[in-house]
């Protein structure tokens, strides 16, 4: 089983559209979360941290199910430049200190006009 | 006022030589990263330096040596270039915290293609 799972898509949704992607991982231990954003041919940046209580940042909401060991990502009103690969991102934090991050293979969204 | 720089941002070679990477950032950052993402857009670390002492080392070929010059550099030598070793490869620095969960600034990436 892979240690961070999502579907891989494409998504295609309208301009408008509400889309929410899901991801699920495997090392219960897991202490942080965070959904990064990958444009074509460019760096990973980091969208948003992903907390236990549940947060948003604008059009984006971000969910944790500690015991599903699920995380979700909504995104409300998607405009065309949303469009990029949305990858689900795990620290599980082994032995401490070492900031590894285990990334999904992402999830491809296009907004259509 | 570049964050994360690295150079070359395209590398085409023949199978069997050796290259180097270059990766510099100015975020004042103590650990730096390499991540491998290959054909199929998976990105998966490779090392990583904190104060230019090794602290992740994955199961990495021993064709592959890192090399941290200073806290602002780390570079990535690799021996005997393999088809396989094709990908685009990042470098990414942040903070270490106690916690682990400073984030993490990615360069662009250097596209490699071995012929």
């Known amino acids: 089983r892979k240690e961070v799972e999502q579907d891989p898509g494409p998504f295609n949704v309208p301009e408008g559209a509400t889309v929410a992607f899901n991801c699920t991982y495997s090392?219960?231990?897991?202490?942080?979360f965070f959904w990064y954003r990958q444009d074509c041919r460019k760096e990973p940046k980091l969208l948003m941290s992903?907390?236990?209580s549940g947060n948003e940042d604008g059009r984006f909401t971000a969910q944790l199910n500690r015991a599903s060991q699920y995380i979700s990502l909504l995104i409300r009103d998607s405009k065309l430049s949303d469009s990029a690969t949305y990858l689900c991102v795990v620290n599980p934090n082994y032995g401490g200190a070492t900031n590894k991050l285990i990334f999904g293979t992402g999830t491809l969204l296009a907004v259509q006009p | 006022d570049t964050a994360v720089s690295q150079t070359p941002k395209y590398l085409v070679t023949q199978m069997g030589n050796d290259k180097s990477i270059k990766c510099e950032q100015n975020?004042?950052?103590?650990?730096m990263y390499w991540y491998k993402q290959d054909s199929k857009k998976f990105l998966k670390i490779m090392f990583s330096y904190n104060n230019k002492e090794l602290i992740i080392n994955e199961t990495v070929p021993n064709r592959f040596s890192p090399k941290s010059p200073d806290k602002a550099h780390l570079n990535l030598h690799i021996n005997s270039l393999e088809l396989g070793d094709s990908a685009v490869y990042f470098c990414a620095s942040s903070h270490r915290l106690a916690g682990g969960t400073d984030t993490q600034y990615f360069g662009p990436g250097t596209r490699l293609t071995v012929l």
């Open positions: 090392n219960s231990a897991s202490q942080s």
């Open positions: 992903v907390y236990s």
């Open positions: 975020l004042g950052h103590d650990t």
